[in-house]
């Protein structure tokens, strides 16, 4: 488990009194324990403040705006790398799980026939897989290594997400031009 603080700030054109320069940070932090007490395993809040008099102007909860946001920039490069997708597989049925399918529909403009939701346990899956819309979907349990390799095996595009630390598959299984969105939390020791 592990916090990360990302600061940033904004300086207006001081010449214009209309507008404030900004300073904040987004807090987001990586708890494991999270999801199993019904929690969002990535937690987070952004904190903006006027720059000059160091008064809070916002809190704002982004666990939500951080999955969006992430789930985004793999939208437009499934569309850009492989708008003829036909089958998606996913790791992991979390929210980023959840926003990727999403942002990927969205950005290619249509429905994915079909989506591959490959996760550790069955329940998440199977409540992810009642979320979504699609042609069809296929779970399969992440241990379950020889359907795991059937699904990849015909997969378009493939969206890592989650914050596994070991490799999810052996890149060797699949098809020539699939697309990887590799969503990564680095771990150090």
Known sequence: ?????????????????????????????????????????????????????????????????????????????????????????????????????????????REIPKITIINRSEERAMALREKISCGSCDVVLLGDTQNVEKALSTADVVAATTNAVKPLFDGKVLPAGCHINGICLFYTS
């Open 1 to 109: 488990d592990w916090t990360l603080f990302k600061p940033a700030a904004f300086y207006a054109d001081t010449s214009n009194a209309d507008k404030n320069s900004l300073m904040g940070m987004k807090i987001v932090s990586i708890r494991d324990q999270n999801p199993a007490k019904g929690l969002p395993l990535v937690p987070a809040t952004i904190t903006v403040l006027d720059a000059e008099s160091g008064i809070v102007e916002a809190v704002v909860s982004a666990t939500y705006l951080t999955g969006v946001r992430t789930a985004a920039s793999s939208g437009l490069a499934t569309k850009l790398c492989r708008p003829d997708l036909e089958h998606l597989v996913v790791f992991g049925a979390g929210l980023q799980a959840e926003c990727h399918i999403e942002a990927i529909q969205t950005a290619i403009g």
